[in-house]
């Protein structure tokens, strides 16, 4: 999902995942793009350390299908965000 940000653009962007090599593939990637402002979490979408209402928007990435109990975790989504926030789902093809 870092395609889409500009190393110009500043924004908070925090990327989660519970796989620490994923995580660090992104980080590897947004640093090649020069995308030093992008934040990195450890985290399960059923337990998200991020206060209520932390975020705009929430995205998900070929993952639901993986998270153990998928309710639970949009309902976590739900409470990071702010009040008119929003959830994406976005799916890449090969």
Do not use: C
Not at 10 to 36: H, Q, T
Not at 82 to 87: Q, S, T
């Amino acid at each position: 999902m870092l395609s889409g940000l500009r190393p110009d653009r500043r924004l908070r962007y925090v990327a989660a995942d519970i796989s620490p090599l994923m995580l660090d593939r992104a980080r590897a990637e947004a640093g090649r793009r020069g995308l030093d402002y992008v934040e990195f979490q450890q985290a399960d979408a059923a337990a998200l350390p991020f206060d209520d209402a932390t975020f705009d928007k929430a995205m998900t990435m070929n993952s639901l299908h993986l998270w153990p109990d998928p309710v639970a975790g949009l309902n976590e989504v739900r409470r990071t965000l702010r009040m008119a926030g929003h959830i994406a789902r976005a799916i890449t093809r090969l």
